[in-house]
C-alpha cells in the first residue's frame, strides 16, 4: 500500500538553496523537491509539499507560528500517514516541545528535521535528514505507524521532541536527549528502539490551542541581585515563571529571594522550579537549599528540558485559567516529556 506523507515546510537552512550568480542563499520552490532530492523518487510515496506564506526564520518562532502548524496537522490529518516538518534549527525543539502537547491523542509520526548547511551544499546534511525523517515517517507494522508521536530526526537519530533540546550550532550533531533513549538510530537500516517509543493515541485527534504567554524565566547565579529578581517577579502580568536552579534545584540561601517568591506564588504566579544541570533532574527535598523553595510554593520541573517546561507551562496557563487546575496539568507527564 502506498503511503502518503506531507512535508510542510515553514522555513530553515534545510530549504535553501545558493543563487549561482549572487551566491545568495534563497528559499527553492518545494513543488520541485524531487529536483532537488532525485533519490525521493526510489522511495514509492505520495509525497505532497505545503509552505508556509510568508516562511518563518525559527528565531522569529512564536505562539501563532505554532498554532497555525498545527492547524496544518489538523486540517489534512485524515488525508496523510505521517507528517515531516522542515524547521529552522535555532527553536525546533520548542516546537517540538509545543506541537507533543498540542497534538492530543496523536496516532501519527510528525517528524521534525532541518539541517546545519543549505541541501544544495556540498557536504549537506539536508538530504540525509529530509529522506530518514520521510523514511520513519512512512513506517509502519501491522498497518499501524511505529513512531506515532513528536519527534525530531537529526543525524541519523531520531529523538523524542519534547527530550530534546539543541546544544551545537556549528555541528551536525546539533540535538541531544541528556534524560531520555533515542526512539531510532538509522545506519544501514533504522533500529527502532519500541520500548522507548510512546503507544499510539486512542480515538481522535484533539489540537489544544489556547496559551498564555504571560511567563518569565529566571536563571540564578552568585551573586544575584535583589533588585534583578524583583524586575522579573514584579512583573505585573506575571503567571508563570521558570527558575532555573542549581543541581538538583537548589537555590541561595537569601531570605528576600525566598520572600518575593511566597509571594508570587500565593498572588497566583506558578513557580516552577528547573534545574541548569540538563542531564539530571530536580528533587527539592534533597537539600535545604532547595527544600526551602517546596516551602515557597514553587513546583518541580523534573527532569524536563527547558523547552518542554516554557512551552507547557503556556499550555497549562492557556488551557485552565485557575492556578490550581493550570498547576494539576502541568505535574502530569502529558506527552512522555518526563520520568
Request: a negative charge; hydrophobic letters at 45%; aromatic letters at 8%.
Amino acid at each position: 500500500m502506498e503511503r502518503s506523507l506531507l512535508i510542510v515546510y515553514t522555513g530553515g537552512t534545510i530549504g535553501m538553496k545558493e543563487n549561482p550568480e549572487t551566491r545568495a542563499l534563497a528559499p527553492f520552490n518545494f513543488e520541485q523537491i524531487e529536483q532537488e532530492v532525485p533519490e525521493l523518487r526510489r522511495f514509492g510515496y505520495n509525497i505532497v509539499t505545503e509552505s508556509l506564506a510568508p516562511l518563518v526564520d525559527s528565531s522569529d518562532v512564536d505562539v501563532d507560528f505554532w498554532l497555525r502548524l498545527a492547524g496544518i496537522i489538523e486540517a489534512r490529518y485524515n488525508e496523510f500517514d505521517g507528517f515531516v516538518v522542515l524547521h529552522g534549527t535555532d527553536t525546533m525543539a520548542y516546537t517540538a516541545s509545543a506541537l507533543s502537547f498540542m497534538l492530543c491523542n496523536l496516532s501519527k509520526p510528525v517528524v521534525l528535521t532541518g539541517s546545519q548547511l543549505p541541501i544544495g551544499a556540498i557536504r549537506t546534511d539536508g538530504k540525509e535528514n529530509l529522506l530518514g525523517a520521510l523514511e520513519i515517517a512512512a513506517a509502519q507494522a501491522d498497518n499501524q505507524a511505529i513512531v506515532p508521536e513528536v519527534a525530531i530526526f537529526f543525524n541519523h537519530v531520531l529523538l523524542r521532541g519534547n527530550r530534546a533540546t539543541k546544544f551545537g550550532a556549528a555541528r551536525f550533531d546539533a540535538f541531544k536527549s541528556y534524560n531520555y533513549p533515542p526512539l531510532a538510530e538509522a545506519g544501514i537500516a533504522i533500529r527502532y528502539h519500541t520500548q522507548a517509543i510512546r503507544p499510539r493515541g486512542i480515538g481522535d485527534l484533539q489540537v489544544l490551542k489556547r496559551f498564555d504567554a504571560h511567563v518569565a524565566s529566571l536563571r540564578l547565579f552568585p551573586g544575584i541581585a535583589q533588585e534583578a529578581v524583583e524586575a522579573v517577579v514584579g512583573i505585573p502580568t506575571l503567571r508563570g515563571l521558570v527558575l532555573e536552579t542549581f543541581g538538583s534545584g537548589n537555590a541561595p540561601s537569601l531570605p528576600w529571594l525566598y520572600d518575593l517568591l511566597r509571594h508570587a506564588t500565593s498572588c497566583g504566579v506558578i513557580v516552577v522550579n528547573t534545574t541548569q544541570c540538563a542531564a539530571d533532574s530536580v528533587t527539592m527535598a534533597a537539600y535545604d537549599a532547595g527544600l526551602g523553595l517546596l516551602q515557597a510554593g514553587a513546583i518541580s520541573g523534573a527532569d524536563m528540558t527547558f523547552e518542554a517546561v516554557i512551552t507547557k507551562l503556556m499550555l497549562a496557563l492557556g488551557e485552565y485559567p485557575a492556578t490550581n487546575d493550570a498547576t494539576s496539568y502541568f505535574l502530569r507527564n502529558i506527552a512522555g516529556e518526563k520520568s
